[in-house]
């Protein structure tokens, strides 16, 4: 598994110190009010397990699953909820999850169905950003890293289902999926 990584570019270590800042401005940002935290399965979970130990707010975390790439590495644009929440938003700040943004597509359509649910607010964060992909106008209100247009995997990251368990994450060498 670990030989079809070309370069690592977070450890573990440098992911943790990062995401322990965004725990510390989201929970000043979040004082007082009443926090959903919304991860999109199944990337973002590694992220959010991590990330929430560093809000030292009260809050509740649910999941939405929404179609993904599947087999391959560009985007389809055709978003489909898989998995939607059960309960009513209506009385919550929603703060949605994600393990990165690249052409915005998936958020885009995400937080519009979201805000038409009527929340107090809804905001997103992302571990990473590929800011050169971007197809439509989106923009993560926290953002972990940015990083250029590379296929990355690891840390819920995955090509195919797989190495999304790898501990950091890394540029997947291109003979690994063309
Ligand atoms: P959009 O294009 O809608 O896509 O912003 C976001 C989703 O695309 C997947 N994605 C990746 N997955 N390595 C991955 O493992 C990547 O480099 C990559 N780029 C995009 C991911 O599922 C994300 O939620
Ligand atoms: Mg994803």
Partial sequence: ?????????????ELLK???????????????????VLAILK????????LIHQIKIPLAYDFMA?????????SSG?????KDLERSVEDVHILIVEDIVDTG??????????????PESVKIVTLLDKP????????P???????????????GLDFNEQYRNLPYIGILKPEAYQ
């Fill in 141 to 155: 209100d926290y953002n972990g890293f940015k990083i250029p247009d590379e296929f990355v995997v690891g840390y």
């Fill in 105 to 118: 597509l998936t958020l885009k359509y995400l937080k519009e169905n979201l805000t038409a649910r009527n």
């Fill in 43 to 50: 990337g973002a979970v590694p992220f959010m397990a991590d």
């Fill in 66 to 74: 929404v179609s993904s790439y599947g087999a391959s590495t560009t």
């Fill in 18 to 36: 990062r995401i322990a800042e965004l725990g510390e401005e989201i929970t000043r940002d979040y004082q007082g009010k009443n926090l959903l």
């Fill in 78 to 82: 055709v978003v489909r909820i898989m």
């Fill in 132 to 139: 050169d992909r971007r197809k439509v106008d989106v923009k």
């Fill in 1 to 13: 598994m670990e030989d079809q990584i070309s370069k690592i570019l977070f450890s573990r270590e």
